[in-house]
């Protein structure tokens, strides 16, 4: 058992591919209904520790915990059973489609006939309608019947978040929603951040950009090569103390001297 009330935990995480150690020793924990965001200077193992979360990658050693129970992830489809769902950032969406057909992609409803017998043909009505459902929980007016090259950024990613919500997950993993995005844009996924956690939904949310992330998270964690040097409350934690510990470094000196290699527009007035 895990030893505190996570709704996903990692206790001793462990990934290395050959030589190279992309996650060490990591003890991850995500609350129920929270933001937790986790930031990282470029290969600091973000990336790696999420697909470990959501079954892309096995660790090489430690354990996960979904509401305190051990579990084994051999694939995707193991830690969506398990609630978890992930959007990752190149989204991944079919743009000649419309915004209904990317929302069911690769799990259309079927018609049936008045037996309940599945006739063989997708069932545009119901897929409009309940693309429409979806797209309300994310709050990003967008027409289910328009083409998914014709939005914005900030309204495909809330249509890569609605599809996700199609298996009405418990755990979200962002991954860096509004790295591509406008202003406008991300401050319009942000609050589908918001809205996302008040339905309930425990969120981890990647992130390159610090000032985002302390008014969007209730936590944050940080990585430095491959280990977890800081968990913070975002309330009370500081941009400097955060790019301290993305160096990996327990002190705020030099942090003048750290390059962002991201821009930090895009954060909420
Ligand atoms: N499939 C892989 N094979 C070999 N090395 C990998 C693989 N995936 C990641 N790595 C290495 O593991 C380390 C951590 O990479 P990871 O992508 O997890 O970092 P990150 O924090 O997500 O970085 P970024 O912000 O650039 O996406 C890096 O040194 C990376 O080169």
């Known amino acids: 058992m895990s030893e505190d009330d996570s709704i996903l935990r990692t206790v001793g995480l462990t990934k290395h591919f050959g030589n190279i150690v992309a996650v060490e020793d990591v003890d991850f924990s995500l609350r129920e209904g929270e933001v937790m ?48 769902e992930t959007v990752y950032q190149d989204l991944a969406l079919a743009e000649q489609q419309t915004v209904a057909a990317n929302v069911f992609l690769g ?42 090259r014709d939005l914005s950024g900030g309204q495909q990613q809330a249509v890569a978040v609605a599809r996700a919500l199609q298996s009405d997950p418990d755990i979200l993993i962002l991954d860096e929603p509004t790295s591509a995005l406008s202003i406008e844009g991300a401050r319009n996924v942000l609050r589908v951040i918001d809205d996302l956690r008040e339905q309930g939904l425990s969120i981890i949310l990647i992130s390159h950009n610090i000032r985002q992330v302390l008014a969007i998270a209730d936590r944050i964690s940080v990585l430095a090569q491959g280990r977890l040097t800081g968990v913070r409350d975002a309330d009370s934690a500081s941009r400097d103390e955060i790019i301290s510990l993305m160096m990996g470094a327990d002190d705020e000196e030099d942090v003048e001297e750290f390059d962002l290699s991201t821009s930090e527009e895009g954060a909420p007035a």
């Open 37 to 84: 965001a986790l930031v990282g200077d470029n290969g600091a193992g973000k990336s790696t520790l999420i697909k470990a979360l959501c079954g892309v990658h096995q660790p090489t050693s430690g354990d996960i915990y979904v509401r305190g129970e051990a579990v084994s992830f051999e694939d995707y489809g193991d830690a969506r059973q398990k609630g978890i």
């Open 107 to 148: 799990h259309e409803p079927i018609r049936s006939d008045f037996l309940g017998r599945y006739l063989g043909i997708v069932d545009k009505a119901a897929m409009r309608e309940r693309a429409t459902e979806s797209l309300d929980r994310v709050q990003i007016p967008v027409d289910p019947g328009a083409k998914v």
